[in-house]
């Protein structure tokens, strides 16, 4: 990820273009380039050496008009408020591009997960959702999992709300176990999600699933589900990476076969030499740079922000980008690919399988009800389908690229309930 690069400044220059686009009221303009509350924690951790030790955490709650803010908590060392911030923004416009009855919302928490054990993620967990208890809840802002969170950490958040407002609500955390209320296919939904619009992408450029070639970048929740489903769709994986590095082979790769290797030797990257190609052949080591820029149909960018970038988006040769990852294209890259007639699905509509299924894990809470992960994910085709077909409808009347095609269908409808409440 470039560090140099503000993902607030991007999220507000793609607002800016739907502005200039089709404009809303300019006060109600405004007020959206805003985050409505910024709440900053100082989180005491008690360390398994017996040191205590404090992380920063926060929780932006964006826009609250549409109503209770939805979003994830990432754990990461490079989170920072501007980033959350940016999550924030995009949480509001992908719950509008998805027509959620939600606000937009984002957490995120500076710590590396990666070097604290079970019990210290534990207690850090337990510590975040203590010291928010007072501005989240089933009607006012409801959490989920982001980039390493898990339904674990969801459990622990969700027992340690409860404990401190003295009630059982279990639809203030989504992302839970489904022992602790869950929903059927919430863990693999952005990813199944996903699957729904790389489909409809393929429709868009006439390729069928056999003749379709797809490159991953990220290997973790969203990047492995949408890998294996693909696979199971007859699209062929020809390349997959994590934050150590990649491999590539044109014959393709069998990605549940990935992920096993993953779970042992730690990386993907390692992981050509071990049985994992579709039909033999031979495989290269790629770095994630090179990922970025193969010659293949579809590419799925599923880890971090800023990974195309003016220095590289020249370089892009897939037909379409589908965006898994929260703003992963800055805005100038985006400028390029639209010239390159590289068709970008954007984030808020490419990865709202989650936070979609996260609502129905909401509504199962609130009415007492459990669907099946056939059912679940019924709705969530019939929904995403729907948002693709009309964001991809405006793009096309509007000659614009997709990003600001969703966002203006998502801005003018949180612009009219700003309006309606009169803020
Ligand atoms: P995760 O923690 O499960 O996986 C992240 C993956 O990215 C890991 O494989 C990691 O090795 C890899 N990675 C980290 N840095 C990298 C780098 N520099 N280059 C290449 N790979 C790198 O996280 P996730 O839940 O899969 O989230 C991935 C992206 O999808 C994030 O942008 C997240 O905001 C977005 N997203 C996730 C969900 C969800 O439900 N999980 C929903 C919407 C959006």
Redesign the pocket.
């Known amino acids: 990820?470039d560090a140099s690069i503000n993902p607030f400044e991007n999220a507000l220059k793609q607002l800016e273009n739907a502005q200039k686009t089709e404009p809303i009221d300019e006060d109600i303009y405004q007020l959206l380039r805003h985050p409505q509350r910024i709440i900053e924690l100082s989180i005491p951790v008690k360390m398994d050496s017996g040191e205590l030790k404090f992380f920063t955490g926060y929780r932006v709650q964006y826009n609250d008009a549409p109503g209770p803010t939805k979003g994830?908590i990432?754990y990461h060392p490079h989170v920072t408020l501007d980033e959350v911030m940016a999550?924030a923004a995009w949480m509001t416009w992908k719950c509008s591009v998805a027509g959620l009855p939600y606000g937009g919302a984002k957490g995120g928490v500076i710590c590396n997960p990666k070097e604290m054990s079970e019990g210290e993620i534990e207690r850090l967990s337990r510590g975040y959702a203590r010291a928010l208890a007072n501005c989240i809840g089933p009607e006012v802002d409801i959490p989920?999992?982001?980039?390493?969170t898990n339904p674990q950490i969801m459990a622990w958040m969700s027992d340690e709300y409860n404990k401190a407002v003295g009630k059982e609500l279990p639809a203030t955390f989504t992302?839970k176990p489904i022992e602790n209320g869950g929903s059927e296919g919430r863990g693999i939904?952005?990813g199944v999600g996903g699957t729904f619009i790389v489909r409809e992408v393929a429709k868009k450029l006439g390729l069928k699933a056999e003749e379709t070639s797809v490159a991953v970048?990220?290997?973790?929740?969203?990047?492995?589900i949408v890998a294996q489903k693909l696979d199971e769709m007859g699209y062929k994986i020809v390349a997959v990476?994590?934050?150590?590095g990649g491999i590539y082979s044109e014959h393709g790769f069998d990605p549940h076969k990935i992920l096993s290797c993953k779970s042992e030797v730690g990386t993907v990257g390692e992981c050509g030499h071990i049985g994992v190609l579709a039909e033999g052949g031979d495989f290269q080591k790629i770095t994630?740079e090179e990922l970025l820029e193969l010659d293949v149909d579809i590419l799925i960018p599923?880890?971090?922000?800023n990974?195309i970038t003016v220095e590289n988006a020249d370089k892009i040769k897939a037909k379409a980008v589908v965006e898994?990852?929260?703003?992963?294209t800055t805005p100038a890259a985006d400028e390029i690919l639209f010239e390159k007639g590289i068709i970008v699905v954007p984030?808020i509509l490419a990865?709202a399988?989650?936070?979609s299924v996260s609502y129905y894990e909401w509504y199962q809470n609130m009415n007492d009800a459990h669907w099946t992960e056939e059912e679940v994910f019924e709705k969530l085709d019939t929904l995403l389908t729907k948002a693709f077909a009309d964001v991809s409808e405006k793009s096309d009347n509007n000659k614009t690229d997709m990003r600001t095609a969703a966002f203006i269908l998502a801005v003018h409808k949180v612009a009219e309930k700003v309006k309606e409440r009169g803020y």
């Open positions: 990820m994830g990432r999550l989920a999992p982001d980039v390493y992302g939904s952005t970048q990220g290997y973790g929740n969203a990047g492995s990476s994590d934050s150590k994630n599923a880890a971090l922000e990974q898994l990852a929260n703003g992963p984030d990865n399988g989650g936070v």
